[in-house]
């Protein structure tokens, strides 16, 4: 083949590839031409907020008792900076009104941003109780820096916890990013939407998934495989789904939920109440009552 053939091969490929009309769906066009969020930047950005949750454990290893506040104080610096500007793109990225001025989202950005930060104490002690809630739930676990450092459970969490937190502060798209991040790191596909108490441990984890409604109380436990989904949905006029309905389960306190078993629609599972593993379960479970085969 010709030097000639290959330019025309290539000149093809690369209008082909380019062409937006035919590939509509794979192309977005952020408000005023704004940067995407960068999966790199929120890569950081859970580096950095893993340093700050957990010093030592993540980032310098070395950070002692009498500098840990400057320690954090100097990761929290780079947060404030990655975080407003990825929170701005979210903003841009979601943005339907193209003579929306940047400024205002910039300026919203950085106000979210400082409310999060406010949030990361909540977020820290939230953390705390599920360390607790491994270590207590799991006769393997030698002592809470082992949870920290091995268990699926308590990375997916830290993922979560911070996502949630961002999606109360109406940030869009972000929060479903990172707990895809960690969905790909631990096999635990956890919805940032969902609602989860304190004390809350998944075993080995793999598998388990927990839908955008879900709601869960405080000391449930969850085994892998586990789902917590949503049996049907309703349709509008254009057959579309319609979205935001509460349509997966609650877990009330004091629950546990053995491995594989499907738990699907807006039904209640009783406090106190254990499901076995391998259950099929579509209807209530009244508290204090065991489901096993």
């Not at 940047?102 to 300026?107: L, M, R, S």
């Not at 820096?145 to 937190?165: D, K, M, N, Q």
């Not at 998934?209 to 892998?224: D, K, P, S």
């Not at 789904?241 to 699907?264: A, C, F, M, Q, W």
Request: charged residues 20%; contains cysteine; proline residues 5%.
């Amino acid at each position: 083949m010709d030097r000639h053939n290959n330019k025309n091969i290539f000149d093809t490929v690369v209008a082909e590839l380019g062409n937006k009309e035919k590939y509509q769906v794979l192309h977005h066009r952020t408000a005023n031409s704004m940067p995407m969020p960068s999966i790199e930047s929120l890569n950081q950005l859970m580096e950095l907020l893993k340093a700050v949750l957990f010093p030592g454990f993540y980032g310098q290893s070395e950070v002692q008792g009498e500098n840990i506040s400057y320690y954090v104080g100097a990761n929290l610096d780079n947060v404030l900076r990655i975080l407003s500007e990825q929170i701005k793109r979210g903003f841009c990225f979601s943005c339907e009104k193209e003579l929306m001025l940047c400024n205002d989202c910039e300026i919203k950005a950085k106000d979210v941003s400082m409310k999060f930060l406010s949030r990361l104490p909540h977020i820290k002690y939230m953390l705390s109780t599920d360390v607790v809630a491994a270590f207590n739930g799991d006769p393997a676990a030698k002592n809470f820096g082992e949870a920290i450092f091995c268990y699926p459970s308590i990375s997916a969490l830290t993922y979560y916890r911070i996502a949630h937190e961002l999606l109360l502060l109406e940030v869009p798209l972000i929060p479903r990013i990172i707990t895809e991040m960690s969905h790909s790191l631990t096999g635990i596909d956890i919805h940032p939407g969902a609602t989860i108490g304190e004390y809350f441990f998944i075993d080995h984890g793999t598998g388990v998934v927990i839908g955008e409604t879900t709601i869960i109380g405080n000391n449930v436990r969850l085994y892998q495989g586990v789902t917590l989904g949503a049996k049907s949905f309703p349709l509008d006029e254009n057959g579309k789904p319609i979205k935001g309905i509460p349509r997966h389960p609650i877990v009330e306190d004091n629950v546990i939920i053995y491995s594989n078993s499907t738990i699907l629609g807006r039904i209640t599972i009783g406090k106190g109440a254990v499901i076995g593993g391998n259950q099929w379960i579509t209807h209530d479970v009244p508290s204090e009552t065991k489901v096993v085969e």
